[in-house]
């Protein structure tokens, strides 16, 4: 596939889009087939910059080394002067989403995550919504140090290997995108019958796609476009259905209100 690991190998004049580890099983043919669309509907060259966490797709993208990327609504956040809004996926006919709070499934006797106070816990991203600040958030509403309140805690560098991490023990709980937990769930991979979804969060702006701030007029528009027509094309119906999304669909900054208020609060402690 062409670019998907960096920027060398990207065409002098291709669409650089930055993109994280997906839950899928098939995630190289998966990204080919999305690439190819994208070129048929774009109408020039596009390269697809993969990394393994959110702050290096993040940068590239402040960087203005890549021209859009789907990122994560916290460093959406705390970056939107630097990035543009572009588009956001509908999950279940909304651009919203959970983070939940997972345990062993033989655990049933946590109920918050002040249950598990001095045990291992795990985090996918420390620039994660959903596997990083919201729990973050919750220890310091109830007053809680995040830095003494468990024994240890690990990034797990992906939602699919905190539910892996949780299911297997290594974990006594977990912060994991709701989205991509009922997606592994759905799909019958069997990595969450070892968990149990112990809370969820309120309903929070789905991980958006961003653009670099200079981003031509003409090439933002046209790839908004792309996006948000895809539920309106057959190819671009398989794409969705492979990613268990509705579609993609024109958001304001204010779907994010809600995560900015947990960066505030976690950001005072």
Aim: glycine fraction near 10%.
């Amino acid at each position: 596939m062409a670019a998907a690991g960096g920027l060398a190998r990207a065409a002098p004049d291709s669409l650089r889009v930055g993109l994280t580890p997906v839950f899928l099983d098939d995630q190289v043919g998966f990204l080919e087939r999305w690439r190819t669309w994208f070129e048929r509907r774009l109408e020039r060259p596009v390269s697809f910059v993969q990394r393994g966490n959110y702050r290096e797709v993040v940068d590239l993208v402040r960087q203005g080394k890549i021209d859009f990327a789907w990122v994560c609504g916290y460093p959406y956040v705390r970056h939107r002067r630097e990035m543009r809004l572009v588009a956001a996926p509908l999950w279940r006919g909304k651009p919203l989403y959970q983070a939940y709070l997972i345990v062993p499934a033989e655990d049933r006797r946590s109920k918050t995550l002040l249950d598990l106070r001095g045990e291992v816990f795990a985090y996918s991203d420390p620039d994660s919504n959903s596997g990083y600040l919201y729990p973050q958030y919750l220890l310091a509403q109830a007053g809680e140090n995040p830095g003494s309140f468990f024994s240890r805690s690990f990034y797990t560098w992906g939602h699919r290997k905190v539910v892996e991490a949780v299911s297997v023990g290594l974990a006594a709980g977990g912060a994991v995108d709701g989205y991509v937990w009922d997606v592994l769930d759905e799909t019958g991979s069997g990595l969450t019958r070892g968990t149990r979804i112990m809370a969820r969060s309120p309903q929070l702006g789905h991980p958006p796609f961003v653009a670099r701030s200079d981003i031509p007029e003409v090439s933002f528009h046209r790839f908004r476009r792309a996006l948000i027509d895809m539920a309106g094309d057959p190819e671009g119906t398989k794409l969705l259905g492979s990613l268990r999304l509705d579609g993609f669909t024109d958001v304001q900054p204010a779907l994010y209100d809600g995560i900015a208020r947990m960066v505030a609060r976690v950001t005072k402690s």
